[in-house]
């Protein structure tokens, strides 16, 4: 382990966006998404077909999460029985209601990631001190996130199709230009501004193996660390990168041994927002019936106050 390079020093020279947006930004690239890129991407709808992207929450299925976290819990606290019992609230006119609660991880389901939520070397996003995180993250929290909403061109990259397989194998891995070569297999382009939706089958594994297969050797597939890549991204103007795996990149940079190297090159130092865990197979079939890989895509996590994520159920248009 004494060998192991640090986060900082593999990202000693990499690209930020800090300051790009003014000293109080807390959104970084989705700055990006402005007035026009909108209506831009209001032209992607086609057919007026909807999906939405939320894995089911609180699913006695289970609920795909990151290791040593747990999926929520929905406790019923009134239901009809309570009125059989003679103890439901009475209403003026007889009506009866169930009512219940929720316990829940903020990054237990498809979620976004707060600008706040990772970082090395004692500052977050924008240069903000890490110790604005104690106790809630007074800023960059997912809360700015919320009031400003995502909205934009999404395309699907299903890289799982592109390689012939049901869902990548654990740690495989895939590059920028991999995105590109399965963009164009597609019959699409990305363009600059695109919110990229990368289907790997991860999430489907999920509710298709044991828990045991699923966690025993977790090291998920996806997007791997290079300064190209980065860079890439960098001059895309990527403001929100969405995959169905649960961290968006694979667990650890087989070549540095850095666990999660991309949320800090990607989202401490561009501010590019992460969004995880999401369900793409039901897009990912209609876009291969229908060969349109783009579209209108629209998300609000919820405003929870400075929480470092939240649950969110995106919806695409086609
Ligand atoms: C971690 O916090 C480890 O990952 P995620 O971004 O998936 O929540």
Not at 165 to 192: N, R, Y
Not at 236 to 255: F, H, R
Not at 270 to 280: D, K, M, N, Y
């Amino acid at each position: 382990m004494d060998d192991q390079i640090s986060v900082g020093d593999l990202l000693r020279d990499a690209p930020r966006n800090w300051g790009k947006w003014g000293p109080e930004d807390e959104v970084g690239s989705l700055n990006y998404l402005t007035p026009e890129v909108v209506v831009a991407a209001a032209g992607s709808i086609k057919s007026g077909k909807t999906f939405t992207l939320q894995v089911k929450m609180a699913n006695p299925a289970g609920d795909p999460v990151w290791p040593g976290r747990s999926g929520a819990v929905r406790t019923t606290v009134i239901d009809e029985g309570h009125y059989l019992a003679g103890k439901g609230p009475q209403f003026a006119g007889g009506a009866h209601y169930a009512d219940d609660y929720m316990t829940c991880f903020l990054q237990g389901s498809t979620q976004y990631d707060a600008l706040g939520h990772v970082w090395y070397d004692d500052q977050i996003w924008n240069g903000y001190d890490a110790k604005t995180t104690i106790g809630g993250l007074a800023k960059a929290s997912v809360c700015a996130i919320a009031e400003k909403g995502v909205v934009g061109r999404g395309i699907l990259l299903d890289m799982a199709r592109f390689r012939n397989k049901e869902c990548l194998d654990v740690a495989e891995t895939f590059t920028h230009d991999d995105l590109q070569a399965c963009a164009k297999a597609q019959g699409v382009e990305i363009q600059p501004r695109d919110i990229l939706i990368i289907r790997t089958g991860w999430i489907a594994k999920f509710y298709k193996v044991s828990r045991e297969e699923f966690y025993g050797n977790f090291v998920e597939p996806g997007l791997t660390y290079s300064p190209a890549l980065v860079q890439w991204f960098h001059d895309m103007e990527i403001p929100n990168l969405v995959t169905d795996t649960i961290a968006n990149e694979v667990t650890t940079d087989p070549v540095s041994g850095v666990t999660l190297p991309l949320h800090n090159a990607l989202m401490r130092n561009l501010g590019v927002t992460l969004t995880e865990i999401a369900w793409l197979d039901d897009l990912a079939a209609d876009c291969a019936a229908d060969g349109q890989y783009t579209f209108l895509y629209v998300a609000a996590p919820l405003k929870v106050v400075q929480a470092t994520g939240s649950p969110v159920n995106p919806v695409v248009i086609k």
